[in-house]
């Protein structure tokens, strides 16, 4: 029960409860959580008191609401580190996570001008367009647009990129030495087609990050631009003084 004679609101008091289940495995991310009317019988307060306590946690992306259909404890968010060069899938594995793309489409265009200016193209300016969902596990995380210089990977676009890493074939089969990125993230809201494909309300909360990649020549090779889902990530880097 919550404590009703100290001067710490049962609102306060029920996050707390709720929250120290679901870290104790007790409640399982994606599970449903019981009702308003459930919570205000078990715990003898108030239903406004049981919507604030959810309202905070949803806030706090403990717990995530689905229209129709209710209230369901979060996956928990996946810490990047900022200061390491990875591929997706190699973040993946060492998450204990399956990495598969689902693929949108494979193209051969001509480079928009910042994609020409970020890849440094010349007369040349056909680029191979790769546009991929990122899955952890089944579930969609990231939406990525890759454009490549045509040129230098001439036989890409007969690859099955469906299960393969992008940056092992290129180090693998093109022996490219991927060498650093030069990275640009922005908060912004998904937008109706990279929404349904992430499988998120539209307008969510996302990370926008624009990626152009360089080999050991300093020549860069790959310009991404990417929707990361703002529930499931979050940005870590380790600062000195
Ligand atoms: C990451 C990179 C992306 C790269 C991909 C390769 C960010 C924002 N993006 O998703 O630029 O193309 O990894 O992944 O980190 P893959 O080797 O698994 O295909």
Not at 27 to 40: D, F, K, Q, V, W
Not at 41 to 60: C, F, H, N, P, W
């Amino acid at each position: 029960m919550l404590n009703k004679n100290i001067p710490i609101p049962l609102y306060y008091q029920l996050k707390e409860r709720l929250t120290q289940t679901i870290c104790e495995g007790e409640l399982e991310p994606g599970a449903l959580m019981p009702s308003e009317r459930e919570l205000s019988d078990r715990y003898e307060i108030s239903r406004m008191t049981v919507r604030q306590a959810l309202g905070e946690m949803v806030k706090e992306g403990l717990l995530v609401r689905e229209q129709g259909k209710g209230t369901f404890v979060a996956e928990p968010k996946i810490a990047q580190p900022l200061l390491r060069l990875t591929s997706f899938s190699e973040d993946m594995r060492s998450r204990g996570m399956k990495p598969e793309s689902r693929i949108l489409a494979i193209y051969v265009e001509e480079a928009a001008p910042n994609v020409a200016t970020a890849l440094n193209l010349g007369d040349n300016r056909s680029v191979l367009v790769l546009e991929r969902i990122r899955l952890a596990d089944s579930k969609p995380m990231a939406y990525e647009v890759s454009h490549l210089p045509l040129a230098r990977f001439p036989d890409l676009e007969q690859e099955d990129l469906h299960s393969v890493s992008l940056y092992t074939l290129l180090e693998e089969k093109h022996g490219l030495q991927i060498k650093f990125a030069r990275q640009v993230i922005e908060v912004g809201l998904s937008d109706r087609s990279n929404s349904e494909e992430l499988g998120i309300a539209l307008k969510s909360p996302v990370l926008l990050i624009e990626r152009v990649t360089f080999d050991a020549d300093e020549r860069p090779f790959e310009f991404v631009s990417s929707v990361y889902r703002g529930d499931r990530y979050k940005l870590q880097v380790e600062l000195h003084r």
